[in-house]
């Protein structure tokens, strides 16, 4: 008897369906993030459930768990992605800047975020005050390393006369805590003020104000 084979063809995806799946599957896990972050910003990580995010990103657990391995790494995915959007100003400070200009950039980004991110900034207050359990890796190398790297930047500048002679980390300090206060603190903002940096008006104030306390406290001073 003469053996017959069967060839079975292997169906291969062409490079567009590949392309759709792709940015399907990219498109899925932003709207599992977003959601993600909406809750753990209202609710914190330990308050929040893999089941109260999968229905608001209208997901199946399942699927959930397919794209994320578990509620911890969904946070610390949320919590990455904030970080390299707020970090990403501060990287860009280099000695040949003109640090006036530079500080006075770097508030406008960091307000602007503020006014933007507020839910991500309520997040990452969150987990700092918590104590940064779930991020504390995070910060102590990536963030310490870029920080002490503009540091020396600013140092840089206060050597050269550029600057007053204050200490770089507390000029970065001061401005992370006043910029992010108004979305940390947006409802006692709006309490006091009843206005809100979604106000072009107030957020052109509230920029020109800060901008003035901290540059004119940099600012070098005639001998």
Known sequence: MRNKTSNK?????????????????????????QAALDLFSSNGVHGT?????????????TNLLY??????????????????????????????????????????????LSRDNPKESRLFCMEVVQGAPLLFNQLESPLRAIVQAKVEVISGWIEAGKLAPIDPYHLIFSIWATTQHYADFRVQVEAVTGQSLDDPEFFAATLHNIQSIILNGVRPQPS
């Not at 459930?49 to 657990?61: M, T």
């Open 9 to 33: 063809s292997t169906r291969v995806s062409s490079p567009t369906t590949q392309s759709k799946r792709t940015e399907a599957k990219r498109n899925k896990r932003k709207v599992i993030l």
């Open 49 to 61: 459930s893999v089941e109260q995010i999968a229905e608001l990103a209208e997901v199946s657990k």
């Open 67 to 112: 794209y994320f391995a578990s509620k911890e790494q969904l946070y610390l995915d949320v919590i990455q992605q904030l970080l390299d959007v707020w970090l990403k100003p501060l990287q860009g400070f280099s000695p040949e800047q003109d640090p006036i200009e530079a500080i006075s950039s770097y508030i406008e980004v960091k307000l602007t």
